[in-house]
């Protein structure tokens, strides 16, 4: 009794299917990585851009401390033209 019997076509099938998958699976993978990425330069700019504009009243040292923990947010939204 054979219980699996399979083409040479269904086995392509299942190549391209798989290779598709597999293709998809990488794509978002490495989009994930760049959105995150980019997220970084953001937020790194906003943080420059904010210092450019006197928002730390001479407490440089504090703010660069701050925003290395994550425990840095300014009072105000900074918007870049």
Request: a positive charge.
């Amino acid at each position: 009794m054979r219980l699996f019997r399979f083409s040479i076509r269904d086995l392509l099938w299942l190549t391209l299917v798989v290779a598709v998958g597999l293709g998809w699976f990488v794509r978002e993978q490495r989009l994930k990585a760049e959105v995150k990425r980019l997220a970084h330069n953001v937020e790194k700019w906003r943080i420059k851009s904010y210092m450019v504009r006197g928002g730390l009243g001479g407490h440089v040292s504090e703010f660069l401390e701050g925003a290395k923990t994550g425990g840095f947010h300014p009072p105000v939204p900074v918007q870049l033209d």
